[in-house]
């Protein structure tokens, strides 16, 4: 079982930044990736950052060079550092966490989500 708390969203004026958290408390699971998706009004959900357990990061092609995940394994908390937002960020951000649980599946857990809305 995994809970995810993620905090840091808001509004913010296009080239703004942003710096959104999640908190990850698990009782029988082993996070693998962590990451972060974003869904807009009328769009699906989409991935736009992520970070494996030996700290490989994958982006989609429209953050790269803006925003900048980071993971800390000690407290189970990843980071997304949003700069230069641009209006087309706006979404509900969520964060994701893949793993397996102690009878050996593969399970992934969502948090609530945190609205981040970028004014032009």
């Known amino acids: 079982q995994v809970q995810l708390v993620e905090s840091g969203g808001g509004l913010v004026q296009a080239g703004g930044s942003l710096r959104l958290s999640c908190a990850a408390s698990t009782s029988n699971f082993r996070i693998n990736g962590i990451g972060w998706y974003r869904q807009a009004p009328g769009n699906q959900r989409e991935l736009v950052a992520t970070?494996?357990?030996?700290?490989?990061?994958n982006y989609a092609g429209s953050v790269k060079g803006r925003f900048t995940i980071a993971r800390d394994n000690a407290e189970n908390t990843v980071f997304l550092q949003m700069n230069s937002l641009k209006p087309e960020d706006t979404a509900v951000y969520y964060c994701r966490a893949d793993g397996i649980n102690t009878s050996g599946w593969v399970d992934h857990y969502w948090g609530q989500g945190t609205q981040v809305t970028v004014s032009s």
């Open positions: 970070v494996s357990s030996g700290g490989g990061t």
